[in-house]
Nanobody, 120 residues
Framework: QVQVVESGGGLVQPGGSLRLSCAAS????????MGWYRQAPGKQRELVAD???????NYQDSVKGRFTISRDNANKTVYLRMNSLKSEDTAVYYC??????????????WGKGTLVTVSS
């Protein structure tokens, strides 16, 4: 069994910053990719950023230069540093871990989400 738990959401003013954290736990052989997705009201879930086990990153165009994803492989944790936040960044942010276990080569696990609200 694998668990993924996010933390760090909240209310922030436009132009402000937040850092999200996500930790994976359970019977894990390796985590190939960890990423952050978000879903705003009335919209589909979209990729924000992801990072491979060897540190390669990928960002959605709208967050490039403002958000930074990083990863601590030893602690199975991924972070998302969000700067210069805009109202359009308001969404529920979900952590995803693409995990290899002793029983499966690759399977996606999701956290329950953490709400980020950017408002004055």
């Amino acid at each position: 069994q694998v668990q993924v738990v996010e933390s760090g959401g909240g209310l922030v003013q436009p132009g402000g910053s937040l850092r999200l954290s996500c930790a994976a736990s359970g019977t894990i052989f390796s985590i190939h990719v960890m990423g952050w997705y978000r879903q705003a009201p009335g919209k589909q879930r979209e990729l924000v950023a992801d990072i491979t086990s060897d540190g390669r990153t990928n960002y959605q165009d709208s967050v490039k230069g403002r958000f930074t994803i990083s990863r601590d492989n030893a602690n199975k944790t991924v972070y998302l540093r969000m700067n210069s936040l805009k109202s359009e960044d308001t969404a529920v942010y979900y952590c995803n871990a693409r995990v290899e276990t002793p029983f499966t080569y690759e399977m996606d696990y999701w956290g329950k989400g953490t709400l980020v609200t950017v408002s004055s």
